[in-house]
């Protein structure tokens, strides 16, 4: 086993990280869920395990909403693949990596719809073109039931 270096970044009010992490402007960012505490939301902290911020977009008692899958788009903005609940059947976001915010939504998925509901892992191919899962329903070949798809959605971004 390779030597390696541990620093606690998630000890206390019972956060965790919850998907993969992206690496930009120096930082690294990835999602985060508060256990048996209701919700979730980006975290961020620098290289060397200084400076740890978390940002709380989700409260699970007001919108039951988490997030499942985080990627650094060639716009040069965090998107990241949510799992909303009240009549939602998710949703991706770009965020802005320099204040946090929500620049862009996109409501693609429906019970009905070819792609499915509850986005879960999401990727960008060169061309730009987002590729990810969801993990219920969508369109699927006679016979089969549709227990979520993988999908494209070209939602504009420049080529990698």
Do not use: C
């Amino acid at each position: 086993m390779l030597p390696g270096t541990a620093f606690p970044l998630f000890g206390f009010d019972g956060s965790f990280p919850s998907s993969s992490m992206v690496i930009a402007d120096g930082k690294i960012y990835g999602l985060y869920t508060i256990y048996q505490m209701g919700g979730a939301g980006l975290f961020e902290v620098n290289l060397d395990g200084s400076n740890l911020n978390l940002f709380s977009r989700y409260n699970t008692t007001s919108n039951g909403g988490s997030p499942s899958g985080v990627l650094l788009a060639s716009d040069g903005n965090l998107w990241v693949a949510e799992h909303v609940a009240n009549n939602s059947n998710g949703d991706l976001i770009a965020l802005s990596l320099s204040t946090g915010t929500v620049l862009k939504t996109l409501k693609p998925f429906s019970i009905n719809g070819a792609v499915g509901a509850l986005p879960a892992a999401l990727l960008q191919v060169k061309d730009g073109t987002l590729w990810g899962t969801t993990t219920m329903f969508g369109k699927v070949s006679a016979g089969h039931f549709g227990a979520g798809v993988v999908y494209s959605l070209n939602a504009g971004l420049p080529p990698q």
